[in-house]
């Protein structure tokens, strides 16, 4: 059991964060799990998995999201092509005929799930799991398994959609969201394995090390903080301003982000507590923008709010924890380097 809680966690937080989390499902639905876990968990984790077992790193796992995005919007939802799906009018704006979707909806919800459905749980997941963060949690049965309730989940899910709502996507539309699963899963393996770090400005081109600048990493508030801004400003970009201006800051924020991120990751002194600053920050957006999402489901403004509350809570007390977790380690650590560095001298 111990060997295998952090997958369980995960399979669960995964939904909890990409749908309750967010306030797209309000807390009377919490049965739902059952249906959201195998789809959100399995994903999440088998990404994880594929990911830790090939020595990579988070640019395949946010990747890899993304092709888990388009599998769920594209083939599950088929909110990417359905213009009445939920009743939400999501392919009003910027619409592309030849195309059949929404461009900024596509790329919004692309990099929403590939985010906080995907990278946020495992980063957490990893956080909690300081003595094998970056090793796989499950065997040959549990990889298995995971599989086969994803198939299960996405089948459900499908199903369901479908109940719903009759539509149904072209032949060339699900043809178009194969190539794009197929291309992001190529792209996600062509990074090289997660390489150690040095601290060095001078060592470079070597496939084990990974250069780190001499400068120092920024304090992990200032990184969450970053993460909570951008997560903001994403959640908020405004659906009236004209479409390919919206398209212009969903780029312009993710080559933000990524640019950043990837300076401030080669800099020394960037570890788990960091990593994990953007996990919280990027939770903590969802946990205020909760307050005034639109569930997908009408339900009472009491019990929206009452879910948004408890939602917000549990993500707060589980990020202090984790972050005291984080704090124990890192203090444990130095003080079993210093107490080993008599040896090795």
Known sequence: MRR????IGLFFLAPLIAEFLLGNLP???LFALMILAPLYGAGALLIREVVRRTGRGWP?????????AVFEEGVTTQSLFNPNYANAHLLDHGYVPALGLSVPWTLGVLALHAVWSIGVPIGLTESLVLDRPRTPWL???????????????????TAMQLYQDDFVASVPQFVGVAVAIVVFVAVAMTFRPAARQVDSVNRVDSNAIRVVTSRTAPNPWWVGAFAFVTGTAFRLLPDGIPAWLNVAGLLVLAAIVIAVVRHWSHQTGWGDSHRFALVAGA?????????IETPVMPVSPAID????????LAALVTLA????????????????EAGVAPARR
Request: glycine letters at 8%; a positive charge.
């Open 4 to 7: 295998i809680a952090p997958a």
């Open 27 to 29: 807390v009377s639905l």
């Open 60 to 68: 395949s796992i946010i990747v890899l999201g993304l092709a888990y």
């Open 139 to 157: 065997g040959k049965l549990g990889l298995t398994v995971t599989a086969v309730l994803f198939a299960l989940g996405s089948v459900a899910t």
């Open 283 to 291: 939770m903590v957006c969802y946990a205020v923008h909760s307050f």
């Open 305 to 312: 709010h009452t879910g948004d509350v408890v939602f917000s």
């Open 321 to 336: 924890l984790t972050a005291r977790r984080l704090r124990r380690h890192a203090a444990a650590s130095t003080v079993e």
